[in-house]
């Protein structure tokens, strides 16, 4: 098992497949790009599908989501996907992606044994979209949104960033959208993890103002299911069965139940989004390490979790690593 010394349990992996995207949202990435990892640094897909193979099978992972960066872009996602989901016990396995060529992927993906997707979607004009992304690409999402419904992918999954002045008059209107198409929409909180170094906690949209903004047009009651390890806190939305979630990983951290655990996309074991060390699995596995071994050294990497990113503390300090890198 992966435990720490506060006693959590890691069982859901996040696996990052590519630090390559696409967009550029700029909450994310700088407008040039970053200096991409290059082919001999990133795992292949036969150490991710090993590494995958020993969290589930000896290491009590449950749930492996795929991201990045945007896994999409990756060439062998359908075939990692189906080798994840020969593995016994059968681990939940899930996408987070920007959308872009979904519509093309999404029966394959589903074929190949993805359960669910979550899609970030920040607007509902293509305006703000360009703006936002640096890219004209909206009607991609919509159509890769569609697909991954049609596939029955469900229940399909919107991820939100509000960013002030840009898109926050948008919230509302993007419930509504989510609600009237089946999607369940969870706003997040704009965390300090872009590559630029340019978030403000003075202009951060909190959940709190996300809330006001909803509840203009909405009512919001706690969803009575109990949350669990789940970072979102959700609602029903006038009264239900729709619900809207928010990730309030600023305002209300939700560390102290966390359960993950993460794998970069050269292979480093990260305990946190926001921790400042790394565990170097793809360097022990190319120096001959066997499972056993492995598993030893993700257990430590896991042992030494902290009790808390502390994001809204004097002391923090961001990760090297951008989000893109890490693997949202
Ligand atoms: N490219 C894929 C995507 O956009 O869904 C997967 C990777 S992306 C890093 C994963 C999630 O992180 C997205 O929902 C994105 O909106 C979110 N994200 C990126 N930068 C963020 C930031 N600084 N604060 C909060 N969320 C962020
Ligand atoms: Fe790419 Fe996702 Fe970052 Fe946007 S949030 S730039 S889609 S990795």
Redesign the pocket.
């Known amino acids: 098992m992966l435990l720490d010394t506060y006693g959590r349990r890691a069982v859901d992996l996040r696996v990052s497949l590519t630090d390559r995207?696409?967009?550029?949202?700029t909450?994310?990435?700088p407008e040039e790009g970053l200096s991409w990892l290059g082919k001999p640094d990133l795992l292949t897909d036969e150490e991710i599908v090993r590494l995958v193979a020993l969290a589930v099978g000896s290491l009590g992972v449950r749930e492996v989501r795929f991201?990045?960066?945007?896994p999409l872009l990756r060439p062998g996602l359908v075939p990692i996907v189906a080798a994840c989901a020969a593995l016994e016990p059968r681990p939940d396995l899930s996408l987070?992606?920007?959308g872009?060529g979904l519509a093309r992927v999404a029966g394959a993906l589903r074929d190949a044994g993805i359960d669910r997707v979550n899609v970030?979607l920040d607007t509902l004009d293509p305006g703000t979209f360009a703006r936002l992304?640096r890219r004209r690409r909206h009607q991609d999402v919509l159509d890769g949104l569609a697909a991954a419904e049609a596939a029955g992918l469900r229940p399909v999954k919107l991820n939100t960033?509000l960013m002030r002045g840009v898109n926050d008059h948008e919230a509302a209107d993007l419930l509504a959208w989510a609600v009237e198409h089946g999607y369940q929409l969870r706003f997040i909180e704009q965390m300090p993890l872009d590559a630029q170094h340019g978030w403000d906690r003075t202009r951060m949209v909190t959940a709190e103002e996300i809330l006001d903004l909803l509840r203009a047009r909405f009512a919001l009651t706690p969803e009575p299911a109990a949350r669990g390890a789940a970072p979102a806190e959700r609602w029903l939305v006038d009264g239900g069965p729709a619900t809207v979630g928010v990730i309030a990983s600023v305002t209300r951290p939700f560390c102290r139940a966390c359960d993950r655990t993460r794998l970069t996309a050269d292979g480093q074991v990260r305990n946190c989004l926001f921790a400042t060390g790394e565990t170097d699995l793809r360097g022990a596995m190319r120096d001959g390490a066997d499972d056993a071994e492995l598993a030893e050294l993700w257990r430590a990497a896991m042992w030494g979790k902290k009790a808390g990113a502390g994001i809204d503390q004097p002391e923090f300090h961001q990760p090297e690593r951008?989000?893109?890198a890490i693997g949202?």
Not at 67 to 70: A, L, P, Q, V
């Open positions: 995207c696409n967009l550029r949202c909450y994310c990435m991201t990045g960066g945007e987070t992606t920007n872009i970030s992304t960033v951008p989000m893109s949202g």
